[in-house]
């Protein structure tokens, strides 16, 4: 049975395919768009998998979408009603987008996939599962647990904010859900888009932010307070009701109302590019603190529900994985799975393996230990021709290795002297995060890197952190971490073994003082508050970025590099050869590997295109 799965008209819109359970494929639409975030139908993703798969449209036996336009219509019009006479504004905005789209979405879709092929609009099933049940989907169906609780957190769906599941067999149970505009997601966009940053793509940055607040303030103190009595009731099951006194989001084209804020935080909103004090940092961290909270709380009462060992999660707050980290450590559950594409992207794949699954009950086999999203390696890969194609088109200057071991220790001696390298192999990564096929890597052990890669490769906000990658089999060595981590979803604290020791007057630093204090012995990717965001690496997962971590570690004694997204700020990561040299040639990284090819910036032709990036890649 072949189903195919699609997201989109929101945001991180993408296509994925499943055949007699098995994930053949899937990819976000703006790897191949190269907009961030892309929310158009996913024409490029959808054609990517049609090709990955050998499968034509008419061929597939049901076409799942990750939501139910209809009931969120509903939701919409509902929310309209019992706000009026506000939101006249947003109504009008909204709702004859929906009329002419998002309403009609089968024959909007019948259109899109004639666009891509002919064929014959009456063998083509549509299924519309419900957004939360599409996440739960892609965290149950792809974990390695026969049995477990499932936890889906994000904005909101239709109107479902947080989901409670349990997963056994094929089976999937929703148990309890929390509506609109109660939300836990919807909360933490609030904060991002208070603290200056991009709502459903900020998130991540407040994330990082949270750690330069001072835990021991008083002021952190007042702030987590005044959320807990003025913003949000968090009950001991988890569940949340939100002041909606306070917010704008349910009938507004802002999440907040700025001066009401300004007025219970003592702080004005700032303004994207505005420089970060400790205050905002401290508000960060309070926010953080009660998210992580609240998801503890939810976890709690998903395991007195279910009674199950295993924790499945998904939905974009899922993504928190500060939160994750805790979680784990806490011992709720025994073991967690995370969704790698926890945010709607990964609905495209849900709402297949929902289809396959719940509606058509098909047996669930669970062939090995491991998850079944085979390290998230599900997108496209490009040959050594079509390198070589690249290299053609600009004039490229590269090496080319017959040996991949000679290659590794190359690029890992290239790495040990302080060079920036991009690094392309193998098929692209589904979901947020790099995981050595589509990454940035550099020495973990250079004091300098983390401010090299932030200002002169990436060009973004300095205070952002970069992520370890480990031999899995050494992880414990550097990190407080018991359980794999491959997606790097779990952020664990750097082992006291290799941390320095800090002034006395460390949190009354500023931001910048403490940035660049050497922390441990892996300054680059230690965080301000001693922790890191862990990637483990197993060689049956990737043994090419498994092997390259072999040899660093073979010339250096250390089994650790930083391992960032491939792209420049507010650029996708990128996906083909070509996308791959273009950024290479657009910032100061030192070389790049495609495959089996090794380019050295020093000796590449000029680069004559001026387009300006910047403007092509806003800040995100």
Same mark, same amino acid.
């Given at each position: 049975?072949?189903?195919?799965?699609?997201?989109?008209?929101?945001?991180?819109?993408?296509?994925?395919?499943?055949?007699?359970?098995?994930?053949?494929?899937?990819?976000?639409?703006?790897?191949?768009?190269?907009?961030?975030?892309?929310?158009?139908?996913?024409?490029?993703?959808?054609?990517?998998?049609?090709?990955?798969?050998?499968?034509?449209?008419?061929?597939?036996?049901?076409?799942?979408?990750?939501?139910?336009?209809?009931?969120?219509?509903?939701?919409?019009?509902?929310?309209?009603?019992?706000?009026?006479?506000?939101?006249?504004?947003?109504?009008?905005?909204?709702?004859?987008?929906?009329?002419?789209?998002?309403?009609?979405?089968?024959?909007?879709?019948?259109?899109?996939?004639?666009?891509?092929?002919?064929?014959?609009?009456?063998?083509?099933?549509?299924?519309?599962?419900?957004?939360?049940?599409?996440?739960?989907?892609?965290?149950?169906?792809?974990?390695?647990?026969?049995?477990?609780?499932?936890?889906?957190?994000?904005?909101?769906?239709?109107?479902?904010?947080?989901?409670?599941?349990?997963?056994?067999?094929?089976?999937?149970?929703?148990?309890?859900?929390?509506?609109?505009?109660?939300?836990?997601?919807?909360?933490?966009?609030?904060?991002?888009?208070?603290?200056?940053?991009?709502?459903?793509?900020?998130?991540?940055?407040?994330?990082?932010?949270?750690?330069?607040?001072?835990?021991?303030?008083?002021?952190?103190?007042?702030?987590?307070?005044?959320?807990?009595?003025?913003?949000?009731?968090?009950?001991?099951?988890?569940?949340?009701?939100?002041?909606?006194?306070?917010?704008?989001?349910?009938?507004?084209?802002?999440?907040?109302?700025?001066?009401?804020?300004? @007025?219970?935080?003592?702080? $004005? =909103? #700032?303004?994207? &590019?505005? %420089?970060?004090?400790?205050?905002?940092?401290?508000? +960060? !961290?309070?926010?953080?603190?009660?998210?992580?909270?609240?998801?503890? @709380?939810?976890?709690?009462? $998903? =395991? #007195?529900?279910? &009674?199950? %060992?295993?924790?499945?999660?998904?939905?974009?707050? +899922? !993504?928190?994985?500060?939160?994750?980290?805790?979680?784990?450590?806490?011992?709720?559950?025994?073991?967690?799975?995370?969704?790698?594409?926890?945010?709607?992207?990964?609905?495209?794949?849900?709402? +297949?393996?929902?289809?396959?699954?719940?509606?058509?009950?098909?047996?669930?086999?669970?062939?090995?230990?491991?998850?079944?999203?085979?390290?998230?390696?599900?997108?496209?890969?490009?040959?050594?021709?079509?390198?070589?194609?690249?290299?053609?088109?600009?004039?490229?200057?590269?090496?080319?290795?017959?040996?991949?071991?000679?290659?590794?220790?190359?690029?890992?001696?290239?790495?040990?002297?302080?060079?920036?390298?991009?690094?392309?192999?193998?098929?692209?990564?589904?979901?947020?995060?790099?995981?050595?096929?589509?990454?940035?890597?550099?020495?973990?052990?250079?004091?300098?890197?983390?401010?090299?890669?932030?200002?002169?490769?990436?060009?973004?906000?300095?205070?952002?952190?970069?992520?370890?990658?480990?031999?899995?089999?050494?992880?414990?060595?550097?990190?407080?971490?018991?359980?794999?981590?491959?997606?790097?979803?779990?952020?664990?604290?750097?082992?006291?073994?290799?941390?320095?020791?800090?002034?006395?007057?460390?949190?009354?630093?500023?931001?910048?003082?403490?940035?660049?204090?050497?922390?441990?012995?892996?300054?680059?990717?230690?965080?301000?508050?001693?922790?890191?965001?862990?990637?483990?690496?197993?060689?049956?997962?990737?043994?090419?970025?498994?092997?390259?971590?072999?040899?660093?570690?073979?010339?250096?004694?250390?089994?650790?590099?930083?391992?960032?997204?491939?792209?420049?700020?507010?650029?996708?990561?990128?996906?083909?050869?070509?996308?791959?040299?273009?950024?290479?040639?657009?910032?100061?990284?030192?070389?790049?590997?495609?495959?089996?090819?090794?380019?050295?910036?020093?000796?590449?032709?000029?680069?004559?295109?001026?387009?300006?990036?910047?403007?092509?890649?806003?800040?995100?």
């Amino acid at each position: 049975m072949k189903i195919l799965g699609i997201s989109a008209f929101y945001h991180d819109s993408a296509a994925a395919v499943i055949h007699n359970g098995k994930i053949i494929c899937a990819a976000q639409e703006e790897r191949f768009t190269r907009k961030k975030h892309d929310e158009s139908f996913p024409i490029n993703a959808i054609e990517f998998c049609i090709k990955q798969s050998g499968i034509s449209i008419s061929e597939f036996d049901a076409i799942a979408f990750y939501d139910k336009p209809l009931l969120k219509f509903e939701r919409l019009l509902e929310t309209y009603y019992g706000f009026a006479p506000k939101g006249i504004k947003s109504f009008v905005t909204a709702i004859p987008v929906w009329l002419k789209e998002k309403l009609f979405l089968k024959r909007l879709m019948h259109q899109e996939l004639a666009k891509i092929t002919g064929y014959d609009k009456k063998k083509v099933k549509f299924l519309f599962p419900e957004h939360h049940l599409s996440h739960a989907a892609s965290a149950f169906y792809s974990s390695p647990f026969q049995d477990a609780a499932v936890l889906t957190i994000d904005g909101v769906g239709e109107w479902t904010t947080a989901s409670i599941c349990h997963g056994n067999g094929n089976k999937l149970t929703i148990l309890k859900e929390l509506h609109f505009p109660n939300s836990l997601g919807l909360l933490y966009s609030a904060f991002t888009y208070f603290l200056g940053f991009k709502v459903n793509s900020g998130e991540y940055k407040l994330m990082g932010l949270a750690p330069y607040g001072n835990p021991d303030s008083p002021e952190t103190e007042k702030y987590l307070n005044l959320i807990q009595t003025e913003l949000a009731d968090l009950k001991e099951d988890g569940s949340l009701w939100l002041n909606q006194s306070y917010f704008s989001y349910a009938t507004d084209l802002r999440m907040v109302k700025d001066a009401d804020w300004k @007025k219970l935080f003592g702080i $004005a =909103k #700032r303004n994207e &590019g505005e %420089e970060l004090t400790q205050q905002h940092c401290n508000l +960060a !961290l309070a926010i953080q603190l009660f998210t992580e909270k609240a998801v503890q @709380k939810m976890a709690t009462e $998903a =395991k #007195r529900l279910t &009674g199950s %060992e295993n924790l499945c999660m998904a939905g974009g707050v +899922a !993504l928190n994985c500060v939160a994750n980290g805790k979680l784990l450590r806490s011992e709720i559950f025994k073991n967690i799975f995370v969704q790698p594409a926890s945010g709607d992207a990964g609905g495209a794949l849900g709402a +297949a393996q929902a289809a396959y699954f719940i509606y058509y009950n098909n047996e669930r086999k669970i062939v090995s230990e491991n998850d079944a999203m085979q390290g998230s390696f599900l997108g496209p890969e490009f040959s050594d021709i079509e390198t070589k194609q690249t290299i053609n088109k600009f004039n490229a200057i590269a090496k080319e290795f017959q040996n991949f071991d000679e290659l590794a220790a190359a690029t890992a001696t290239i790495i040990t002297e302080g060079n920036v390298v991009g690094w392309m192999q193998g098929k692209m990564e589904f979901g947020p995060r790099a995981l050595g096929n589509r990454s940035i890597l550099g020495d973990a052990r250079n004091p300098e890197m983390q401010k090299k890669l932030n200002l002169k490769i990436k060009y973004r906000e300095g205070f952002r952190p970069f992520a370890p990658a480990v031999l899995a089999e050494d992880s414990s060595k550097y990190f407080d971490i018991k359980a794999e981590s491959p997606y790097m979803l779990l952020v664990a604290p750097i082992q006291e073994a290799i941390r320095n020791k800090m002034p006395e007057n460390y949190h009354a630093l500023s931001l910048l003082e403490r940035l660049y204090i050497e922390r441990s012995n892996l300054p680059a990717v230690t965080h301000i508050d001693f922790s890191a965001r862990v990637q483990t690496v197993k060689a049956e997962t990737n043994f090419r970025f498994w092997k390259l971590l072999a040899a660093f570690k073979q010339q250096t004694n250390c089994s650790v590099l930083v391992n960032t997204s491939f792209n420049v700020r507010g650029e996708p990561p990128v996906c083909s050869p070509e996308d791959a040299y273009r950024c290479f040639m657009r910032t100061e990284m030192d070389y790049l590997v495609i495959g089996n090819f090794l380019f050295s910036k020093a000796e590449q032709p000029e680069w004559k295109e001026k387009e300006n990036w910047k403007e092509e890649f806003v800040l995100d």
